[in-house]
């Protein structure tokens, strides 16, 4: 069973900063694309941002450019998303997700169980 376990969600006053952790096995995510994901209660999950194994290349979705920044470490057991400028709409639940294939579209296999960020106004 995939394993991915997130951190860093908290709440946060509206322009403050988070940032978002992913951990998972090296061995059983080698060579895929890691990428966050993001769902509000009722709505559909939307992409937010990937990066691909190496991490020389990243993408993200049109509302995350410029705010948020999607990284990943040398051991490439973690992958992070640093959210800055929060705004109450950003108040969702964010998931870590395994891909495979292509950066901008590939398939998920894998979920973490998400963690939480509130942002006030």
């Given amino acids: 069973?995939?394993?991915?376990?997130?951190?860093?969600?908290?709440?946060?006053?509206?322009g403050g900063s988070?940032?978002?952790?992913?951990?998972?096995?090296?061995?059983?995510?080698?060579?895929?694309?890691?990428?966050?994901?993001r769902q509000a209660p009722g709505k559909e999950r939307k992409f937010v941002a990937a990066i691909t194994w190496g991490g020389s290349e990243t993408y993200y979705g049109d509302f995350a450019k410029g705010r948020f920044l999607i990284s990943r470490d040398g051991a490439r057991t973690t992958i992070f998303l640093q959210t800055n400028t929060l705004r109450p709409e950003d108040t969702v639940v964010y998931c870590c997700a395994a891909r495979t294939g292509a950066l901008r579209n590939g398939s998920v296999v894998g979920w973490g169980q998400g963690t939480q960020v509130t942002v006030s106004s």
Wanted: proline share 0%.
């Fill in 1 to 14: 069973q995939a394993q991915l376990v997130e951190s860093g969600g908290g709440s946060v006053q509206a």
């Fill in 18 to 37: 988070l940032r978002l952790s992913c951990a998972f096995s090296a061995r059983t995510f080698s060579s895929y694309v890691m990428g966050w994901f």
